[in-house]
């Protein structure tokens, strides 16, 4: 990191592992990748489905130049519209120091992300 125009670079340690997850600017497929971590560690396949508890996960946000801590919440299943089509997706829920993100998987397509939105706020992304 430079602070200003001319100074030495400075290195940023953080106390993390080196397995952390990262989360940019580039946020969807991070996310998505978390997920898939999540998935992996705090869930199981059943005969009924897939059984998932809470998972909790450290991050690394580089252009905030910080870290944070990640909780995840299994929602359920639920039946949302992408495009035209309905469809029954995987609901989690996000919870860190920049707000609560709910994430939405598909079950059917390798647990690709298919939506994403931030509450309290205007933001939703749609994979199509």
């Known amino acids: ?19 952390s997850p990262i989360l940019d600017n580039n946020f969807f497929i991070h996310r998505e ?12 396949s059943e005969t009924a489905g ?12 580089p252009q905030g130049r ?7 919440t299994p929602i359920g299943d639920e039946k949302v519209m992408i495009g035209t089509v309905e469809q029954t997706l995987l609901h ?6 920049d707000g609560e993100w709910s ?5 059917k397509d390798h647990y690709k992300l298919m939506r994403v939105t931030k509450a309290g706020e205007a933001v939703e992304i749609r994979r199509d």
Request: hydrophobic share 40%; net charge positive.
């Open 92 to 97: 989690i829920n996000l919870k860190g120091d």
């Open 103 to 107: 994430l939405w998987l598909n079950t």
């Open 50 to 61: 897939l059984k998932c508890g809470p998972g909790e996960f450290g991050v690394l946000i």
């Open 66 to 72: 910080s870290s944070s801590h990640i909780s995840i």
């Open 33 to 44: 990748i978390l997920a898939w971590r999540y998935l992996s560690s705090s869930c199981s």
């Open 1 to 19: 990191m430079v602070a200003k125009a001319g100074d030495k670079p400075a290195e940023q340690p953080f106390l993390i592992p080196p397995t």
